[in-house]
């Protein structure tokens, strides 16, 4: 199981954070406790900015099914415990990059949504928020970031419909800032970082909480009662 855990490095003043578990990159309460841990590393580093990379062809396809249909319970204290860590990242003070190396749902494309720049492979993909095509309500504080994120003309459709989008469509929508070959992903991703890693890190840790500080507050103050609205997916 360690293996299939995300994995830490730092290059230089970027902190990298790999999803690679041979399979899906599922969000299992594993995972999602060790993305935690490097977290914390990468601030611990006094790193500079943070990069999350899938691996070739899948970014995530979100949470483990497993734990999801284990039980009502379990399912609601996985979900909050990812909607914690997307918020961390959301308001994180370090800039964060996403390199989109494929397929990205529902948590997969919520991990897109909390970062401050994505970049997406050029490939066969399909992005979005699946939630409602498995029958399963999408909580609000997912609604909370795709209404901060995506387009206006595409919200309804995106969370309501439960559109998934090719790697252009993403870009059109907001899931992604810009498409790139699948060979330039991870390489762009880390420019952008070592780009945004050179600004004034209080400045920018300041600002994205003036920005961002309210909706998280919101959130997570609202997580409990969000989630027990929430039933499991019927699969």
């Not at 997969?108 to 994505?118: E, F, H, N, P, Y």
């Not at 919200?155 to 989008?165: I, N, R, V």
Request: aromatic share 4%; hydrophobic share 50%; with cysteine.
């Amino acid at each position: 199981m360690t293996d299939a855990l995300p994995r830490y490095d730092l290059d230089g003043t970027t902190a990298v954070i790999t999803l690679d578990d041979g399979k899906a990159n599922a969000f299992s309460s594993a995972v999602v406790a060790r993305l935690e841990e490097l977290t914390s590393q990468a601030e611990a580093d006094g790193a500079r900015a943070l990069v999350l990379v899938g691996r070739p062809g899948r970014f995530s396809a979100g949470f483990d099914l497993a734990e999801m249909t284990a039980g009502v319970e379990a399912m609601r204290e996985l979900v909050k415990a990812g909607a914690r860590w997307w918020c961390r990242i959301y308001g994180l003070g370090l800039p964060t990059v996403a390199a989109c190396t494929g397929h990205a749902l529902a948590g997969g494309a919520l991990t897109l949504l909390s970062c401050d720049v994505r970049i997406g492979a050029d490939v066969p993909c399909k992005i979005g928020l699946t939630e409602v095509s498995i029958g399963m309500t999408l909580p609000k504080f997912a609604v909370d970031l795709a209404t901060q994120r995506l387009t206006r003309a595409s919200l309804a459709a995106a969370t309501m419909g439960g559109q998934p989008y090719d790697a252009a469509g993403a870009a059109a929508v907001g899931y992604l800032d810009r498409v790139v070959p699948a060979d330039e992903v991870v390489e762009a991703a880390l420019a952008e970082a070592a780009r945004l890693g050179e600004l004034r890190t209080g400045a920018y840790a300041a600002t994205k909480a003036n920005l961002r500080g309210e909706a998280i507050e919101k959130i997570l103050a609202e997580l409990d009662a969000d989630m027990a609205t929430v039933g499991m997916p019927e699969l």
